[in-house]
Structures are given as C-alpha cells and as structure tokens.
C-alpha cells in the first residue's frame, strides 16, 4: 500500500529498563527451520541498535514519538534452531524499546518475535561501550511499559502507535471523526461561545476590547479598538511549578498567574500560548474533554469542561488589560488519541489527517471568535515538522506525479538534471575510523569504530536510463554503515545530504524540496487556513516558518509567501543562551534580516493576501544575565519595532522575568522588563509603516537554497545583509522564482529598486530570471538609474551540472564568458582598491577570506574597471556597464560564506569566524557601491550603529552592534525646531542635524520628541 512498513508492527510490547540512561536486552528462541524471509522493526528512545546471531543487522535514532521504526531484511542472519537477538539501547531519559521480527517460513506459517515478559534487560552499558560484549550478570526479567496501542500500561500517549498503518485503515479511523466534526458544524451543539466573565483592574483598559485588534493594511500595524496604533510584544507563558515547568494552561497555577499578569502589566509584555490545547479541550472522538482535575489557585471556580480553564485564563489576562496571543497545535499538543503520533509529521502528506486537525481547531476557535482579548492565532514555527520519508511508497508515488506534469517526458528531465549519484554502485564505497554521535559517549572517549562511507559516483546521462516515471525514487539521505555485513545503516553516526557524505551535486534535491514545499506544504496549509477562517473570520491567521537562513534540510522553508492565505507572515529567530557578544554580526540583525527584509517584499506583493510581519518564537542572553537578556531583546525589539512589524512574538517568560532561575519560579521586574515598560509606552500609539522607500534588493537563488549547496545561498545572504544594515540603508530579500519585471500578481516587481545583489550565482538562475533581470537593467527609460552587484560564479546550471562558462545573459554584461583565472585565498589579503564614489578616497583594503580547507579559488577578471586588484595588478572586482547602467563583478560571494551545507558567512573556518579588521571593511566596500548607484540615503550612522525613525518623526531609536559605547549617533532631517529627550541635536550642513547621546556597548536608546 506504499507505507513504510513490509508489515504493520503491533504484536509486541514497549519495554522500559529503569534508573539507568544505557542497556542491553536480549531474547533466545527456537525456529524449526530455515527462513524464507524475515524482517525485523525496531524503535525506541533514542538510539537502539539490535544484534542477531552475533550481526549488527538494525539501528535506530528515535528524536521523538513521530518517529517511525527501521526495518531491517534479516534472512541471511536467521537458522534453523537457536538464534539470539541483543539490544543496545542508549537515552538522555530512561530507556524503551519496542522490537518485533516476523519470519515467513517454507510452509508459508509466520513466526513473530517481539519484546515481552519473556525477555531480559540488563541497566547498565555493555562491556567496552555500545559495540562491547554483553554483561554476563545482573539480567533481570524485563518491565512492561504498554502494549502497542496503549491500552493499559504506563506508557503516556506519545509512546503508542508508533507506525504508519494501511492507508484504508487510516482513512476509516480519520474520516469518521471528519464526518463527526462536519456534521457538528453543520448542525451546531455543545459548548457556549467564550465571552469575558470578569471585570478590568483599571477601567481604561475596557474601551480597547470593544472589537478584536485589526491590522491597518496602510501601515501593516495592529489598531486596537479605539484606533490606536499597538506595538505587542508576546512572550511564550509557562510557569516553574514543583513538579516541573509547564506550558499547558490546564496545569497552571492561577495564583501565580496573577503575579506574572501584573509583571506583564508593568512591563506591557503580553502572553503567547504556545499550545490552543487540542489533546486537552477535545476528546479522542472530538467532543468537549471533562475536567478531571482542578488547577491550583485560591478562591477558583469550579470548572467541569477543560475550555472553562482556558476561558478562565483568558478572563485573567483581559481582566489586565492583556492580550493573547495563541499558536495551534500540529505536533506535541495535537491530539495524540485521534491521530497516532507519527502523522504528526506527515500532514502535508495524508489530507485526511490534515483535515482533521483543521476541522478540531474550527470547532476549538470557534468558541473564541468574539474574544477581543485574544490578538490572534498562529500555526508554523518548530511544531510543523515534515517529516523526510524517503522510503514512502505514497510520496514517491505523488513525486512521480509531479516530475511528470513538470517536464512532460523522460527525455526532457535526463536534460536538465544531467547527471545523478549511482547509489547502487559501491566500488567507491571506503572504510573509515570514527565516533557515533548518538550515543552519550563523553567527548574525550577513545570510542571510534570502522564503518563505511558510502560515497557514490557522479555520472554524466545518468538519467537517460529511465524507461519509465515509475523507476524514479525520491532523494538519497546517505548514511554510515556498519562494516561487517549486513552493512547495517547506522543513524548514530550524524550525516547529512552533502555532508560528509558527497552528495553535493545531487539535482533530485532541488526538485523534491519545490514540490515538497511549493506544492504539498502550501496545499495543506491553504485548506487549513480556509476552514479555520470559518471559526475567527475577524482574527488575525499568522504563518510563521521556523528558521528560514539555514541548510536546505534542516528546517521547512517556504518561499511562495505572497500565497499564503494568512495575514501576517514571518519566521522564529533563535539565539537560545548566547549574548551578543558571543554571536555573529548576522545574528545581531537578524530579526531585520529574516522578518523585515525577507518578508516585506512578500506582503507588499500586488495581491498578497499579508498584511503585516511578524517574528515567531525565539530568545536570547544566557539565563540569569540580566543587561546581556536586556541588550538582546532591545536591539531586537527595536529592528522589529523601528522597521514596520506588526508585532512581535518571543520565547519565553521564564527567561525574561528571571522565574527559570528563581526557585519558587516567580519572576520579577527584570532589567529586560523595566527596559520593555518604557520602551513600549514610548513608542505606544506611533506609526512606523512597513511600507516604505526600499530602493535595494538582494536576490537569493531557489534553486541553489533547495540543493545540497545550500549554504552559498543563505550564508552570503547573511553575510551581505549584515554588511548592508551597517549602512542603515533599507533593503529587501526575495527569492528569484518570486521576482518578475513589471506588475504581477503575487510576484515582487524589480520596477522599484535601484540597486540589485546576487550575492551567490554558485549554480544560476532559471531562465526566467535571467530575462526579468536583463530587461530591468537594460531599460532605456532608466539608464543610468540602476546598477547591478554580482557575487562569485560557479559556472552551474540551475540543476548544478557545469557548464565551463558564464551564463549567456551574464556574460553579455561582464564581456566576459569566463574568469580570466582563479586563485586559491586564504586568510588576510591586503588588495587595492579603486572606489566609485567620492566618499572615498583610493587605497588599500585587507579582507580576511579565511582560512577554507579546499583553497575555494575566487575568480580574476581581464576587462572591465577594477574595483579590487591583487598586489600582481590582477583584478578580483570590476565595474562595467550594460544598457548604460553599471555592473560591479567580483570574484568571491559577496558574503564570504564558502560551506556548501553550513554557509558559515565572513568567511569562517572549521565553525570559527575570520575577523575582519576593522570590522566593517565589507560594510565599506559595498557603501561605495550604494552611493555610486545614487541610493538616498535619509540616515548616515557610524556602522556600528543602527537607527530608525518613526513616520512622523517623534521618536528616534538607536542600537549599537559591535561592543563600541558611541556619542556621535547619526545625523538626519529633523522637524524644524523640534526637541527630543535625553540627548543633544547639533544643526548639520544640508540641512541635517547630529544626534548626540552617550550610546553604551551593545545597548539601545530611544528619544521621544518634547515638543
């Protein structure tokens, strides 16, 4: 039926051996004759390797309850008489197994040998590690944690039902709780609508619940009830209790509650529910959950539904002038009774399962449709996994599909792809020493072990040998493997599509992750935002992906954003426990970089269905450090703030009230809140419109972010964004596949910039964009007007094949069709440099390339103007014209970023950054080139300051990046006359004014207009 099982494992047990974090188990058992064919499952936490007969034939990594078994074909290892399986198993918590081997013998009869009572478990490690001799002694009988389906064990509901089931199976189970809520909604019962049930602790804040928040599709700002402009910061609400920390709301303590509430109220900070509660508000057939016990708090009501909880909840946060923020449910709150855990992750690919957990939030938001308190809901982030499933029957069915309808025939797909990884051919196959990863072994431990890395050959017409779409599979995630026969697959050993296991030029990547994202992801959320909308037509609906800037596996990445049928689009940014001056530049940016720059574009697209951007989870400044946490959020909050968000949304309370590290978990007025108290009053009620003048753009490349060279894209992006908001100029970020020339619906117009980067062409473009692309730059009634920057060249088709030269339409630009050479360098290179612009002044530029292990040889260039000359004379940048407009070429990525998998921008070696001395010797260069393409430029800053204006200019934000106390701030157009807070305004010529304040290290300001 195309799952990933040869059989549907559900006759054993899942064993638990406790107080221990490593075990062995083992089973002896007798068969009668010799196998005709034998397959073995096995699952656990987390990583479970089984021997047979002396063979390590299995092994498993088990991050979560989604995960699915291996299946390992076992024949070879079986005989007639006694065999023995033995387990290893290892955990950060406690250990549990799940093994089952089914045999088929000669008579067609099946044996089954899974975990049960009759085996034995042994807590503690194996003798020599993981690979040692089992223990001798100390066996003792094994613990029963549930059967399969959980049905009277102690297994909690994530650890049940761990396989995919036949698909008619699936369908009967799911579809009888779609026709139960389908028929519900038509003929509407149950619970009453959710109203506030309490009284405001000040009465001014009754007049903003009047109506729900809006989003002003002028501004792309959120307007309360009375019209005010409303700047929320929500942070993810948990609390510390004494039994552990909580994020459910149905385990609060209300009491509590009521302290952080007026915390929050000091410091206008408002909670964000990282979970609606599926699992907790309805039942496995989807009606209202009873309440089975009360929640702690003085002086409660007595709730006998769990929504009274949430209702109750919500009464509290309004009751203090708050409002929520709530995110829906897909993985670890979704309900793990009607969908089986592994279904969790593969919504994007069983509609079934994807309409019922849009039909259950129908019937769970309806019920807060007229709760003005309630900002809006939110679905993405980490809780929407999509699981790989290369060995899916039904996803290789539907990839098939889609490869048809986009090339039409064989013959035309073997010509674009080119060439393909052989992975059935193992002459290059190599045995190497090295440590497993997974299994918490210490850092320092002589642990390595033989295991083969199996390396395949690149062939040129790899792809002419289809006869027909059926033969094509998904996308190989190479693996290690075990030496010695069977060669079992051995997730313990991290690896990764490129890395490093050579799979960097597969063209199957490319493809399967467009139609992954581009077709299946937007397919589902589409139709769950449809039904949900019929539950909270007046709220905001908020996509948010989870990481955007990363390796093309590693997290969801959505690029047709103008598509989504949300209001608010955006993405999480994580810095979890580093200060600021323990991250990059890129990072220190990044909620400018990722949220504004990245989705801007998108909202602004004609017939975008956004209207505003926002930020989802994230958090930064190690715990318990106060001014870092303080800095952190303030830069942050001011790029989002400063830049036209809608609102913000961050992790978590606990870090920021200081609760993670009070005993008792009670927070309190933090120098990160008492910041956020002034800083939100001050801005409250002030415009700062997302949309505004962007002359620049920074195109990235699709298909080089969705292939396993990913890290040219996003790594110079970062890079180069980096540099670029040093120049407090502002600037956009699209996706090449989403840009056109001229209006269109959807699509991000070049019309309206001046000045372009291609920080990567590592592979190039598709057509398409190279011909928007010419004609922006060659139209005659913008000669002059417009210059173009391009990054390094890597002579690749957009399906990686190479090519030996410049893309046609590129070389007719450069007059060049290749580089006249190329040069490996390494580390601080001092180059000539020849600018642009009169301000500044030829001379030397030393640039750290760091120190890469292949050299990555950078391009020279014969013609053109040089920019950039080596000591030799030889030129590594050149200016030249086309259409009578400039093009600036270099020989490197415009962002330094060499990794393919990693990125890892200025040029970092072995995961450490190459400084550049001084630090903005990039931000420098590409200045003269802003100022030659005529950007205007309303802000001149130190480049280590950032700054932004509000539209009526009556408050001014200013940050400071690089660890340097400033007083020279920036200098700008002012009201005539105006007065502004806490620092001194110096008239400039040109009618500017300098702003003077002392600027602390790594900190931020704000000065309101007095007048």
């Known amino acids: 039926m195309g799952e990933l099982s040869p059989f549907f494992p559900d006759d054993g047990f899942t064993l638990q051996v406790k107080d221990c974090k490593e075990a062995c188990l083992r089973k002896s058992f007798d068969l009668a004759g010799a196998p005709k064919r034998a397959v073995l499952a096995v699952t656990g936490f987390h990583t479970v390797a089984v021997w047979l007969n002396g063979s390590l034939v299995a092994e498993n990594h088990a991050d979560g309850p989604d995960h699915p078994p291996a299946f390992a074909e076992v024949t070879q290892q079986l005989r007639a008489g006694k065999n023995d399986l033995d387990v290893r198993v290892w955990t950060e918590w406690s250990p549990v197994v799940y093994v089952q081997l089914r045999v088929e013998l000669a008579d067609g009869s099946f044996v089954d040998v899974a975990t049960d009572d009759t085996w034995e478990t042994h807590p503690g490690a194996a003798e020599g590690g993981p690979r040692g001799k089992a223990p001798t002694d100390g066996w003792q009988k094994a613990l029963l944690l549930d059967d399969y ?18 698909r008619d199976l699936l369908r009967e189970r799911v579809g009888a709780f779609n026709q139960r809520l389908q028929a519900e909604w038509t003929a509407p019962q149950g619970a009453p609508k959710s109203a506030f049930g309490g009284e405001c602790v000040k009465p001014e804040y009754a007049a903003q619940y009047g109506n729900v928040l809006r989003l002003d599709p002028a501004t792309g700002q ?14 993810i609400y948990g609390q510390k209790l004494a039994g552990g920390s909580t994020l459910g709301w149905d385990g609060f ?3 509590l509650l009521e302290h952080d509430l007026t915390l929050m109220e000091a410091a206008c900070v408002h909670p964000y529910l990282r979970f609606v509660g599926w699992g907790l508000l309805l039942d496995a057939e989807g009606n209202w959950r009873r309440c089975e016990k009360q929640p702690a708090g003085a002086n409660l009501p007595k709730f006998t539904y769990n929504y009274e909880i949430l ?23 979704a309900n793990w009774d009607t969908l089986p855990a592994p279904y969790h992750t593969r919504y994007y690919l069983y509609p079934e399962v994807a309409e019922a957990n849009a039909l259950a939030h129908r019937k769970l938001l309806s019920r807060l449709a007229d709760r003005a308190c309630v900002a809006g809901f939110m679905i993405g982030e980490e809780d929407i996994i999509m699981a790989p499933d290369l060995d899916n029957g039904h996803l290789r069915a539907a990839f098939q599909e889609y490869l048809r309808g986009r090339y039409g025939a064989l013959g035309r797909l073997a010509e674009t792809w080119q060439r393909g990884y052989d992975y059935a051919d193992h002459s290059q196959w190599k045995t190497v020493n090295r440590k497993p990863g997974s299994w918490g072994l210490p850092a320092d431990a002589n642990a390595g072990e033989d295991v083969l890395l199996s390396n395949s050959p690149l062939v040129d017409g790899f792809w002419t040998r289809l006869q027909n779409w059926s033969q094509l599979d ?3 995630w190479p693996r290690f493997r075990w030496a010695q026969p069977p060669n079992a697959e051995l997730p313990s050993h991290m690896s990764f599509p490129g890395d490093p296991i050579d799979t960097d030029d597969d063209p199957q990547w490319i493809d399967y992750n467009a139609f992954r994202e581009d077709v299946l992801y937007l397919k589902f959320v589409s139709r769950w935002a449809e039904v949900v909308r019929e539950a909270v037509p007046k709220h905001w609906l ?18 047709r954003r103008a598509e989504l049928p949300f209001a608010v689009i955006g993405v999480g940014c994580h810095d979890s426990g580093a200060n600021l001056d323990e991250i990059p530049p890129w990072d220190r940016l990044r909620k400018y970089v990722k949220n504004i720059a990245s989705y801007r574009p998108y909202v602004l697209a004609p017939g975008s269905p956004a209207v505003a951007v926002s930020s989802g989870e994230g958090e930064g400044g190690k715990s318990g450090d106060e001014p870092a946490i303080r800095d952190y959020y303030c830069g942050q909050s001011m790029e989002m703030v400063g830049h036209g968000a809608g609102f913000e949304q961050s992790y978590t309370w606990a870090h920021l009230s200081g609760a993670q590290e009070d005993p008792d978990g009670r927070g ?9 108290g002034g800083f939100y009053r001050a801005v409250d009620g002030v415009t700062f419109s997302l949309k505004r003048e962007v002359p620049i753009l920074v195109v990235r490349n699709n298909n080089l972010q969705r292939s396993n060279r990913s890290g040219h894209d996003y790594g110079n992006v970062l890079g180069l964004a980096s540099f670029l908001a040093q120049l407090n100029v502002e600037f956009d970020i699209a996706m090449d596949q989403d840009c056109v020339y001229g209006a269109a619906q959807r699509k991000i117009d070049l019309s309206s910039y001046r000045l ?19 004609a922006w730059l060659t139209d005659p009634a913008h000669k002059g007007e417009r210059s173009l920057v391009v990054g390094n060249v890597g002579k690749r088709t957009p399906y990686l094949a190479p090519t030996g030269a410049f893309q046609p339409t590129l070389a007719k630009w450069l007059g060049a069709t290749d580089y006249a050479a190329t040069v490996p360098l390494r580390g601080s290179q001092e180059l000539s440099w020849q600018p642009r612009s009169p301000l500044f002044a030829a001379g030397a530029l030393k640039i750290n390339f760091g120190e890469r292990g292949d050299g990555s040889p950078l391009g020279l260039f014969d013609g053109g103007e040089p920019l950039l000359t080596l000591p030799d004379g030889r030129a590594l940048g050149i200016a030249t014209t086309c259409g009578g407009n400039a093009v600036y070429a270099f020989g490197f990525p415009l962002g330094l970023a060499f990794d393919n998998l990693w990125g890892l921008p200025y040029g970092l070696g072995n995961g450490k950054p190459a400084p550049q001395e001084p630090d903005d010797v990039l931000a420098s260069l590409y200045e003269d080139l802003v100022e030659a393409a005529g950007v205007t430029r309303p802000i001149r800053a130190p480049h280590n300051v950032r700054v932004a204006v509000s539209d009526d200019r009556s408050v001014i934000l200013v940050r400071e990046l690089f660890g340097r106390e400033t007083t020279d701030l920036c200098t700008l157009a002012l009201p005539a006359g105006a007065k502004y807070e806490g620092c001194e305004l110096i008239p400039q010529a040109g009618g500017r004014t300098l702003l003077r304040a002392k600027l602390p290290a790594y900190g931020g300001r704000y000065f309101k207009r007095a007048n």
């Open 253 to 255: 303590d209300f009491d």
């Open 668 to 676: 309190h007025l933090t120098k990160a809140l008492e910041w956020m």
């Open 222 to 235: 959120v307007l309360d009830a009375t019209g005010k402009v409303r700047h929320l910061f929500f942070t």
């Open 542 to 559: 908020f996509h948010s992906n989870a990481q955007d800037c990363t390796s093309q596996w590693h997290f969801l990445h959505f690029f």
């Open 756 to 774: 372009l980067f291609l920080p990567s062409v590592e592979c190039d473009y598709l057509a398409p964009f190279w011909q928007a692309l010419d």
């Open 311 to 333: 209702d109750y909840f919500l009464d509290r946060c309004q009751a203090h002038g708050r409002f929520v923020a709530v995110e829906c449910d897909f993985f670890w709150a």
């Open 474 to 476: 998904l996308p190989v």
């Open 149 to 166: 389906y959980g049905s009277g064990g102690e297994a909690k509901s994530w650890q049940k039902e761990f396989a995919l089931m036949p």
